[in-house]
């Protein structure tokens, strides 16, 4: 710019005439020389006789442009670092303003373990033996667990005192059959010997046109298994075996079950038995067929629902059906009589403690005890079926149940009081009720601010081990 200009500009008062004096360079040769320029390359202003270099300003002007682009210009991946960072200090500033007068992080365990204690000092000095005496102590961090210790101590001796293990009245057979006809006219009593999955076959009336998923519940009511069963449906005509001018589908159901209990890992289990090619599962991980959606209901506080016939249940094993039914074809064109290694799993974590529903189908017993709990039904079709039970301590389950399904404001205290809370309910149930009539106790469980209920089902659950699991656990003794 500066060694284009070659001209001067003379702006005069407002009573003058404009002025306009060649300079070098310009087009015409007759011209004067510029007596404000005398020869240098400058852009003058004359206002109000006031003289101004417009270079001058021009410059400033252009320094102070490039300052600003510079900071536009700022690399991509520094700005979103600024942006990230900004992020992260909102979040943890919210973060303690949300937990208020707590001295502790926002979701800080309460777990301290005696091999890692918090005082350095200790470790050099104490012995093994000594470390078994801090084990125990509560965190002096945990203000609320110090000050509440002895009370919930008392809560939980009174508890435990009044802790009976009774033996359950079994119900026979026919009265399982009166609370669900359908069910039982569905499932046979025999299976075919020559699979280890209990499978059977059963006639298909519809022609091969017809939809056999259309009415599935679990399809209607989760879209997201709908590309699941629209592959079945292709293939399903093809798996159907034909004799007499008829036409037969293979039924079966899971060989064993992993019922439980919540955050010990059943998810982890299921996802490395699945590798197994001789395990096959259902085309979801968890149905709660048996506790949950064979009553209609998908969330109890949402109410009840159509409940979901035990043939929407049967659909869910078709892909292991149809493996197992190549396999018996192909076996019996061969070797009659060989016999199917697949085995069909099913992994729903409520099968163990969820019998919630009792009250809305069954009637009430005197005892306040459920005359029906979901291993009656399994055992009475199933009674060599393996159970496969995944514990974990049960404080550490809890916390960990806590922190999935508590909503806001999570940290040590809180999970404290709230158990407190829930600890003191049950103790006040314990007073008038036995142990199962408290666990089963709906109006109890839903007024629990944590689902302490479970670490209660795990002490009288021997009912289910003793009688469903019988090749796989043999007794199980319950510690209080």
Same mark, same amino acid.
């Given at each position: 710019m500066r060694h284009c200009i070659n001209c001067c500009i003379q702006l005069l008062p407002k009573d003058a005439h404009k002025q306009q004096v060649g300079c070098r360079g310009g087009p015409h040769h007759g011209h004067q020389a510029c007596p404000t320029c005398r020869g240098e390359?400058?852009?003058?202003?004359h206002v109000d006789s006031k003289q101004m270099n417009l270079l001058a300003v021009l410059e400033v002007?252009?320094?102070?442009?490039? &300052?600003?682009?510079? $900071?536009?210009?700022? #690399?991509?991946?520094?700005?979103?670092?600024?942006?990230?960072?900004?992020?992260?200090?909102?979040?943890?500033?919210?973060?303690?303003?949300?937990?208020?007068?707590?001295?502790?992080?926002?979701?800080?365990?309460?777990f301290h373990y005696g091999g890692l204690p918090s005082n350095p000092s200790l470790m050099d000095s104490e012995n093994p033996s000594?470390?078994?005496?801090?084990?125990?102590?509560? &965190?002096?961090?945990? $203000?609320?667990?110090? #000050?509440?210790y002895p009370s919930i101590k008392l809560i939980i001796n009174s508890i435990t005192a009044r802790i009976e293990f009774t033996t359950r009245r079994l119900p026979d057979l026919e009265d399982l059959k009166k609370q669900e006809l359908h069910m039982f006219s569905v499932i046979p009593n025999k299976f075919l010997p020559n699979s280890k999955s209990p499978c059977w076959y059963e006639e298909f009336s519809g022609r091969n046109t017809t939809d056999p998923y259309l009415t599935n519940s679990y399809v209607l009511y989760s879209k997201r298994f709908r590309s699941t069963f629209d592959a079945l449906r292709k293939a399903f005509w093809g798996h159907l075996a034909h004799a007499h001018g008829k036409h037969f589908r293979l039924r079966c159901l899971p060989r064993f079950y992993i019922i439980g209990q919540p955050k010990c890992g059943t998810t982890d289990l299921y996802d490395r038995l699945r590798l197994h090619p001789e395990v096959k599962?259902?085309?979801?991980?968890?149905?709660?067929?048996w506790t949950r959606k064979r009553f209609g209901i998908v969330r109890l506080r949402d109410g009840l629902r159509d409940r979901y016939p035990v043939e929407d249940y049967l659909d869910l094993f078709d892909l292991a059906a149809h493996q197992i039914h190549q396999g018996l074809q192909a076996s019996s064109a061969k070797e009659e009589g060989k016999m199917n290694k697949i085995i069909i799993g099913e992994a729903s974590a409520s099968t163990m403690w969820d019998n919630n529903a009792w009250t809305f189908f069954y009637d009430n017993s005197t005892d306040g005890e459920p005359p029906f709990l979901t291993q009656d039904f399994i055992h009475a079709f199933q009674p060599d079926a393996r159970l496969i039970v995944m514990l974990r301590d049960p404080v550490e389950r809890l916390y960990s149940d806590y922190l999935y399904f508590a909503s806001s404001n999570k940290s040590a205290d809180d999970f404290h009081e709230k158990v407190t809370e829930a600890l003191q309910l049950f103790e006040n149930c314990m007073l008038d009720y036995s142990l199962r009539a408290c666990v089963y106790n709906n109006t109890l469980n839903n007024a629990m601010?944590?689902?302490?209920?479970?670490?209660?089902i795990?002490?009288?659950?021997?009912?289910?081990?003793?009688?469903?699991?019988?090749?796989?656990?043999?007794?199980?003794?319950t510690e209080t």
């Amino acid at each position: 710019m500066r060694h284009c200009i070659n001209c001067c500009i003379q702006l005069l008062p407002k009573d003058a005439h404009k002025q306009q004096v060649g300079c070098r360079g310009g087009p015409h040769h007759g011209h004067q020389a510029c007596p404000t320029c005398r020869g240098e390359n400058k852009i003058l202003f004359h206002v109000d006789s006031k003289q101004m270099n417009l270079l001058a300003v021009l410059e400033v002007r252009t320094e102070g442009n490039e &300052s600003w682009g510079g $900071i536009l210009r700022f #690399k991509k991946g520094k700005r979103c670092s600024l942006l990230f960072g900004l992020i992260i200090m909102t979040l943890v500033t919210a973060s303690y303003i949300l937990s208020g007068a707590h001295q502790e992080p926002l979701i800080s365990s309460p777990f301290h373990y005696g091999g890692l204690p918090s005082n350095p000092s200790l470790m050099d000095s104490e012995n093994p033996s000594d470390m078994k005496d801090h084990h125990h102590q509560p &965190s002096v961090n945990n $203000i609320s667990y110090l #000050k509440d210790y002895p009370s919930i101590k008392l809560i939980i001796n009174s508890i435990t005192a009044r802790i009976e293990f009774t033996t359950r009245r079994l119900p026979d057979l026919e009265d399982l059959k009166k609370q669900e006809l359908h069910m039982f006219s569905v499932i046979p009593n025999k299976f075919l010997p020559n699979s280890k999955s209990p499978c059977w076959y059963e006639e298909f009336s519809g022609r091969n046109t017809t939809d056999p998923y259309l009415t599935n519940s679990y399809v209607l009511y989760s879209k997201r298994f709908r590309s699941t069963f629209d592959a079945l449906r292709k293939a399903f005509w093809g798996h159907l075996a034909h004799a007499h001018g008829k036409h037969f589908r293979l039924r079966c159901l899971p060989r064993f079950y992993i019922i439980g209990q919540p955050k010990c890992g059943t998810t982890d289990l299921y996802d490395r038995l699945r590798l197994h090619p001789e395990v096959k599962f259902s085309a979801i991980k968890e149905p709660h067929w048996w506790t949950r959606k064979r009553f209609g209901i998908v969330r109890l506080r949402d109410g009840l629902r159509d409940r979901y016939p035990v043939e929407d249940y049967l659909d869910l094993f078709d892909l292991a059906a149809h493996q197992i039914h190549q396999g018996l074809q192909a076996s019996s064109a061969k070797e009659e009589g060989k016999m199917n290694k697949i085995i069909i799993g099913e992994a729903s974590a409520s099968t163990m403690w969820d019998n919630n529903a009792w009250t809305f189908f069954y009637d009430n017993s005197t005892d306040g005890e459920p005359p029906f709990l979901t291993q009656d039904f399994i055992h009475a079709f199933q009674p060599d079926a393996r159970l496969i039970v995944m514990l974990r301590d049960p404080v550490e389950r809890l916390y960990s149940d806590y922190l999935y399904f508590a909503s806001s404001n999570k940290s040590a205290d809180d999970f404290h009081e709230k158990v407190t809370e829930a600890l003191q309910l049950f103790e006040n149930c314990m007073l008038d009720y036995s142990l199962r009539a408290c666990v089963y106790n709906n109006t109890l469980n839903n007024a629990m601010p944590v689902r302490t209920a479970q670490c209660f089902i795990m002490q009288h659950r021997s009912d289910l081990m003793c009688k469903c699991c019988s090749p796989l656990f043999t007794s199980v003794k319950t510690e209080t």
